[in-house]
């Protein structure tokens, strides 16, 4: 392993911002309206030796996950971060990791492909990762054990539910129905403390591997409050965002496991942090998605795998369940449930041109 250093600046030509619309599957229909593409960010970092690496902004359209959205990503890469990368000054930006990522993820990938190494051997990734399906909100419990059946036919071992409050009599009925599947959910925070405690009593009767961000991002005394009732281990996912903040919950004792998303917390190189602080507290986790397109799916792949977490199955799934076709060579489901971490030089995908071509929506070229 040689290490995850990002090219210099002195050695970048030149990057391109690539906003690209990829049509969805199925269209998606949340509080703020119907969404039927997946917005998203391409950088593309160019060589002086005429060599590229590619990062992806994983940001959704709208600030609905975390503050970030596509909109704010796009300004700040465009205004901020690469004119000062380019200029080689340190940006004066607080916060925006997402959009960090993209750019410090594509530094890293073209150093990789530079020394002729794919990101997986850097991080010494296993080969393969378990995936966990991720299935939506749903209230009627006859829809949820419809859902959760066609992706066990797919092959999927492990599940993991999106949650409310409201909905626990339909995990209730899923985990009937499959008394000994891995079966996780994922509340996103939508939870209060008092007001549903007689709700998350009820889902830590189900006999979960988790609950994933049951409570708001920044009440860690809640969390530990949680974590001392209940019996099933509690995840934090939006409450991570540095090495730091998993130092916080650790010594608050707000968790037992790390939901690490390469995109959220700054990019593979900030991921390495993370794992690191997790190590020393003792932490496991598993790597989460943001419905990244292939692009940015490769990288998280060979995080998925790193060896402190491929013991537990990951959040990323095909991108080929959310969108009809990828920007690049689509990550597929084994039959036994798993995915390939890729093997080429970098995170070992490229767009296609063709296909960058017809989905890019906007460009802007940032020549040295
Ligand atoms: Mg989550």
Redesign the pocket.
């Known amino acids: 392993m040689r290490g995850l250093a990002p090219v210099e600046p002195s050695s970048i030509a030149g990057v391109v911002l690539h906003r690209v619309a990829v049509p969805l599957v199925e269209q998606r229909v949340a509080a703020h309206g119907v969404e039927t593409v997946r917005q998203s960010i391409l950088v593309e970092v160019v060589g002086d030796d005429g060599r590229r690496g590619w990062g992806e902004c994983v940001a959704l359209a709208r600030p609905t996950?975390t503050s970030e959205w596509v909109d704010g990503a796009w300004w700040v890469l465009d205004r901020f971060l690469v004119p000062a990368l380019l200029a080689g000054e340190v940006a004066d930006v607080v916060g925006h990791p997402m959009a960090s990522a993209a750019l410090a993820d594509a530094r890293v990938d073209l150093a990789l492909r530079r020394g002729g190494e794919s990101l997986g051997g850097a991080l010494g990734s296993a080969p393969l990762v378990t995936s966990r399906a991720v299935v939506g909100l749903a209230v009627d419990p006859g829809s949820l054990v419809d859902a959760v059946s066609s992706r066990l036919d797919q092959g999927y071992t492990a599940v993991?539910l999106?949650v409310a409050p409201g909905t626990s009599a339909a995990v209730r009925r899923v985990r009937e129905r499959w008394p000994d599947l891995d079966l996780a959910v994922?509340?996103?925070g939508s939870f209060d403390p008092v007001e549903h405690a007689d709700e998350l009593r009820a889902l830590d009767d189900l006999g979960l591997g988790y609950i994933?961000?049951p409570l708001g991002a920044d009440d860690l005394v809640g969390h530990r409050e949680l974590r001392r009732l209940a019996r099933t281990p509690i995840?934090l996912?939006?409450s991570i965002t540095t090495a730091g903040s998993v130092l916080a919950a650790s010594a608050c004792e707000a968790l037992d496991l790390v939901?690490v998303?390469p995109g959220r917390v700054g990019g593979v190189v900030a991921c390495t942090e993370v794992l690191d602080a997790m190590r020393r507290r003792g932490l496991s986790g598993f790597c989460?998605g943001m419905y990244e397109l292939a692009i940015g799916r490769a990288a998280s792949l060979a995080v998925a795998a790193h060896p402190d977490l491929c013991a537990q199955p990951s959040?990323l799934g095909p991108s080929a369940s959310y969108v009809e076709r990828d920007l690049a060579d689509p990550h597929v489901l084994r039959p036994d449930g798993t995915i390939a971490i890729p093997t080429g030089e970098g995170i070992g995908r490229d767009p296609t041109p063709e296909r960058l071509a017809e989905l890019t929506v906007e460009v802007s070229e940032h020549p040295r």
């Open positions: 996950y993991k999106k994922d509340a996103n994933e961000q995840a996912d939006e939901n998303k989460g959040d």
